[in-house]
């Protein structure tokens, strides 16, 4: 038996440990990552949390590769805002998901009012990229992956109407990802868009780019499905990986690249706090799911820099962690789930474990239950259940009544999980467990 000092000691030691990408890790995934963007990295408070590889260990720059920024004149290259990212991730142990090179948007102004004709706009595209990706090598360690194409598609159906379509014609694609691919064969080089989570029009036009490249004979690794979701409209993990699964059938690997699910008004009320954790659960679930999804990539790990409410009036809210860097319930669903899935598999803990929190939740007002750490499914099984018969106790207001109420539990299922703590801390039960 324990004591109580002991357990509120290992409590706080648990919730203070940041670990999304750890744990992702763990759980065979090769990243749990964030976008920025150079602004933020004067806000000392904001990079203590990204700068830490334990909870983000892949980064995106959210603008300063882009076009507008890298290559303002025609055939003046500028580097130095993309460099800083990079110096920042490569600083702190990170990959970079670079992004990005072709897209309609955040061109420069010689792009867009130019007049081009099929060649001269071919030959533009293919010197930007090159010399782009020549900037950031993969063998540096400065990009694990690119993304070549972004948003090529319009949100009726077919191709954007944008200049490259225009000039080039659906080839420009192909193109582009032959020009990235003799610059870097090393890079792993992706589509990435919005709208292609669900079964739909863009979704099938998105399958049919992944065809285009592939039968033009060109190198396609990867496609990133940007993920910007709106609460209760995310749905099930298995209907989400069933179109991951689409691609994954085509040879190509997949990942989530700006996940952040908003709120369409605000405030919102406690039960769209805890659907939002629901449905970033679901999302981590289906990458989890599937072997070819690689990592997950939130767009923005905070509120505060979050790019919802300036685009979407009205909406906001979206991230992991709240304006004031506090994770929020959605932060602790994540990693339960994450957590849940490096037991090595065994369905039937990651279940259980699944339905005691939500028990948890139900019975106390507990937000959800955070299994932190483990190292069996077996140890999870038998902390979470612990966890549970704690925080469904009527008198499971503080930490010294948990304690005591597991002091109570039975002796089989104490000794078989030694180490294993349970405390409600304000509306979140954390729970590690180990052999
Ligand atoms: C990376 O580390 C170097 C050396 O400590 C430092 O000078 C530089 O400012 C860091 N860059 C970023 C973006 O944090
Ligand atoms: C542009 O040229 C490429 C070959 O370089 C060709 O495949 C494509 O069809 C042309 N586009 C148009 C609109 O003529
Ligand atoms: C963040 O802190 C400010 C100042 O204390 C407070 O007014 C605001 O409500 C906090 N935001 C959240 C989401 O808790």
């Known amino acids: 038996m324990r004591s109580t000092s002991n357990l509120a000691l290992l409590a706080l030691a648990a919730g203070a440990h940041a670990q999304l990408n750890k744990l992702a890790v763990a759980a065979g995934k090769k990243y749990f990552g964030s976008a920025t963007d150079n602004s933020e990295l004067t806000d000392t408070s904001y990079t203590a949390v990204l700068s830490d590889a334990d909870e983000f260990g892949q980064i995106t720059p959210g603008n300063t590769q882009k076009w507008y920024y890298t290559e303002p004149e025609q055939g003046t290259f500028t580097y130095t805002e993309g460099d800083v990212i990079v110096d920042f991730a490569q600083n702190n142990s990170q990959i970079m998901r670079c992004h990005n090179l072709v897209w309609y948007n955040q061109l420069p102004a010689w792009i867009s009012s130019d007049s081009w004709t099929n060649d001269t ?8 990229i090159t010399n782009e990706v020549t900037h950031y090598t993969t063998d540096a360690g400065e990009c694990y992956a690119w993304d070549v194409v972004n948003e090529a598609l319009s949100d009726s159906s077919g191709y954007r109407d944008n200049i490259f379509y225009e000039t080039i014609g659906e080839y420009y694609i192909p193109i582009a990802f032959a020009a990235a691919a003799a610059a870097d064969p090393a890079a792993k080089l992706y589509y990435n868009d919005y709208s292609i989570e669900f079964t739909g029009t863009k979704l099938t036009e998105a399958l049919a780019i992944v065809d285009l490249i592939q039968g033009a004979g060109v190198q396609i690794d990867g496609v990133g499905l940007q993920g910007h979701f709106i609460v209760g409209e995310v749905g099930s993990a298995s209907a989400l990986a069933a179109v991951l699964e689409q691609f994954t059938a085509k040879g190509v ?13 605000l405030p919102p009320t406690d039960a769209e706090i805890e659907q ?30 979050s790019w919802i409410p300036s685009t979407f ?74 966890a549970a018969a704690v925080a469904a106790s009527p008198s499971a207001s503080s930490a010294s009544s948990v304690a005591a109420a597991l002091t ?22 954390y729970v590690t467990a180990s052999a």
Request: proline share 1%; with cysteine.
């Open 253 to 265: 690997e997949v990942a989530y690249t700006e996940v952040d699910v908003r709120h369409a008004s």
């Open 121 to 128: 706009l071919t030959e533009a595209m293919t010197t930007h």
């Open 313 to 386: 009036s009205g909406a906001g809210e979206a991230c992991l962690y709240d304006e004031n860097l506090s994770k929020k319930p959605a932060w602790t669903s994540v990693s339960s789930v994450l957590a849940a899935a490096g037991t090595g598999g065994v369905a039937s803990a990651t279940a259980s474990q699944t339905s005691v929190a939500s028990v948890a939740a139900s019975q106390t007002g507990a937000a959800s239950v955070a299994v932190v750490s483990q190292t069996s499914a077996a140890s999870v099984a038998v902390a979470a259940s612990s």
């Open 408 to 429: 109570s539990s039975s002796p089989a299922v104490l000794a078989s999980s030694a180490a294993s703590v349970c405390v409600k801390k304000t509306k979140t039960v």
């Open 276 to 305: 939002q954790a629901v449905d970033y659960a679901a999302v981590v679930s289906a990458c989890l799911s599937v072997s070819d999804c690689v990592g997950i990539t939130v767009w923005d790990f905070d509120d505060k820099y």
